[in-house]
């Protein structure tokens, strides 16, 4: 589960009622937190390559599960959801490196962005190792520029979901018009 500075974070910002809001859960996994923000009264648009979560997002009718492979042929990035702004955008555990710097154009004005995943040192903790999968320290940090405002960033061995592992968390809100 995504880790804050404090537990109550997330919910305070993100899981009050936001009626009409709209959500990109990317590489989504369980769902969790697209389960979470739907029972919020957020519309949800969730992204993962596991086709077996389809079914799991049928009962919920503002979530809508994007079956795409990030990692394959670009295409789905001219198409919803990719083709749309939104008020919140999660990414959890997962990096793919060459669609980094799109995510945060994918924003409204105003819209947050929370990204954690592993970075370099948590292949001495345990998976994942692939250090082509984990974040350089700072890295997330080259997300933020002129269209951005940093809310939170965070780095270092921390707890995760039960685990001890080493994370990388930014959150930033877009400022652009």
């Not at 789905?76 to 555990?93: C, T």
Request: proline share 3%; charged share 30%.
């Amino acid at each position: 589960m995504l880790e804050l500075k404090s537990k109550n974070q997330f919910s305070k910002h993100f899981l009050n009622k936001k009626l009409n809001k709209k959500a990109l859960d990317l590489a989504c996994g369980n769902g969790k937190y697209s389960f979470q923000l739907a029972k919020n009264g957020w519309y949800v648009e969730s992204v993962d390559k596991n086709k077996e979560l389809q079914n799991i997002f049928l009962n919920y009718k503002n979530i809508n599960f994007n079956l795409i492979d990030l990692e394959k042929d670009k295409s789905y990035l001219i198409k919803k959801p990719f083709n749309q702004k939104y008020d919140l955008i999660i990414v959890s555990k997962y990096l793919y490196r060459p669609i980094l710097e799109i995510i945060p154009t994918l924003l409204k004005f105003k819209g947050i962005l929370i990204y954690q995943t592993f970075m370099k040192g948590n292949e001495k903790l345990g998976p994942p190792r692939n250090v082509d999968y984990l974040l350089k320290k700072n890295e997330l940090k080259s997300l933020i520029n002129e269209n951005y405002k940093l809310i939170m960033f965070d780095q270092g061995k921390r707890k995760l979901d039960s685990k001890v592992c080493m994370i990388q968390t930014l959150i930033i809100s877009s400022i652009k018009k």
